[in-house]
C-alpha cells in the first residue's frame, strides 16, 4: 500500500464524501462517550476527512479540535467548512511526518485505521503526541465485516484490512492501558489510556549468576544465582526465569530513571525513544511471568 495511491483514492472520493457519508448518531456518540471527549480538551482527530466529527466534538464544548488528512481535497473542504471557527485547525499532511506544537488529551482515528500502511509505528507515534494520561481511540461507526466488505472492491488497493480488535489491543498494550475493546454488528473500538512508566520504583541489585557475572554500583540489595551442579536443564531453565522475571523490572525502571536525565537535557527523541523500548521490555516480562506461571504447575517439568 502506496501513500500516493491513499492521497489520490481519497482525493478522488472527496467531492462527494459528505453526501454519500452514511452516519448514525447514536454509534457516533457512543464511541466519544468511551474516548471520554470532555469540554476543554484539546483533540487530534487523525485522518479527519472533510471533518466528519468536528461538529460532535464541538457540541462537547472541546477546548479545540486539530484535524490532519493526507489528502489535500479532504482536507481542502474541512477547511472551508470550518474557517470562520476558531477552535478548528484543519492540517493537510501526513501524521507521521508533521511537527505540532502541542501534545492532546484525546486522539482519535474515526474510519481510517486500515488505510495506515505500518499500524504498530502509527500506534507509536499517536503515543507521542498525548499528554501523560490522554486517552487515544481507533473506531469505526460499523463492524469489522461490514468495513472489509466495503474496502474489498474500490479500496482494496488503498486498505490493509480491519485487524481483530483483540490483535489491535496488542499494539496499544505497548503505550496504553486498554479500558475499551468493543467488536460486534454495529461497531468497533479500541480505546486506552497513555502509561505513565515511571508510576512504579524499584531498588537497585547486583546480580551474579553461572559463570556470567552481570553487576549494579548502584543499589543496596545483592542477588546471588548460582547454578545447582546437580540440576537438570528444566530446573535451571526455570530457576533461570525466576530470576529474570524477578529481576527485570528493576533493571527496566533503573534504564527508564537515567533517560530521564536526556529529557531534562532537550533529547526528547531520544527519551521517547527508549521509552518505548522499556514498555516492550514489560511486555516480554510480563509474558515471561505468564510461561513460567504454566510451567511451574505442570509437575512432569520439575522432576
Not at 493526507?70 to 481542502?76: D, F
Not at 502509561?195 to 543496596?220: A, K, M, N, P, V
Request: glycine share 4%; proline share 3%.
Amino acid at each position: 500500500m502506496e501513500k500516493k495511491d491513499i492521497i489520490e483514492f481519497f482525493d478522488r472520493c472527496a467531492p462527494t464524501w459528505d453526501t454519500e457519508m452514511i452516519k448514525n448518531d447514536e454509534i457516533i456518540d457512543k464511541i466519544l462517550d468511551n474516548a471520554e471527549i470532555q469540554e476543554s480538551q484539546h483533540i487530534l482527530d487523525v485522518a479527519c476527512g472533510t471533518g466528519v466529527l468536528f461538529d460532535y466534538y464541538l457540541d462537547r464544548n472541546v477546548a479545540s479540535v486539530t484535524g490532519i488528512d493526507i489528502s489535500p481535497e479532504m482536507a481542502k473542504i474541512a477547511q472551508r467548512k470550518y474557517a470562520d471557527n476558531p477552535k478548528v485547525t484543519v492540517i493537510c499532511g501526513d501524521v507521521e511526518e508533521a511537527a505540532f506544537s502541542q501534545k492532546f488529551d484525546r486522539i482519535v482515528v474515526y474510519n481510517a485505521f486500515p488505510h495506515f500502511p505500518y499500524p504498530k509505528r502509527l500506534i507509536k507515534l499517536l503515543a507521542h503526541l498525548l499528554k501523560e494520561g490522554g486517552r487515544m481511540t481507533i473506531a469505526h461507526g460499523m463492524s469489522r465485516a461490514a468495513i472489509d466488505n466495503h474496502h474489498s472492491s474500490s479500496a482494496s488497493k488503498v486498505s490493509n484490512g480491519l485487524m481483530p480488535a483483540d490483535q489491535l489491543k496488542k499494539l496499544f498494550d505497548a503505550h496504553f492501558d486498554v479500558e475499551i475493546m468493543i467488536s460486534n454488528d454495529q461497531m468497533y473500538q479500541v480505546s486506552g489510556v497513555k502509561r505513565d512508566l515511571l508510576s512504579h520504583s524499584h531498588s537497585g541489585i547486583t546480580h551474579s549468576h553461572g559463570t556470567l557475572i552481570h553487576t549494579h554500583s548502584h543499589g543496596d540489595e545483592v542477588h546471588s544465582h548460582t547454578p545447582d551442579q546437580n540440576a537438570t536443564p528444566i530446573d535451571e531453565l526455570l530457576t533461570l526465569m525466576k530470576y529474570l522475571v524477578s529481576h527485570n523490572d528493576a533493571h527496566a525502571q533503573e534504564v527508564a530513571d537515567l533517560a530521564q536525565e536526556l529529557k531534562t537535557a532537550g533529547k526528547d527523541m531520544a527519551y521517547d525513544e527508549i521509552m518505548d523500548a522499556v514498555a516492550d521490555f514489560d511486555m516480554v516480562n510480563a509474558k515471561l511471568a505468564a510461561i513460567l506461571e504454566t510451567l511451574s504447575v505442570e509437575e512432569f517439568w520439575i522432576k
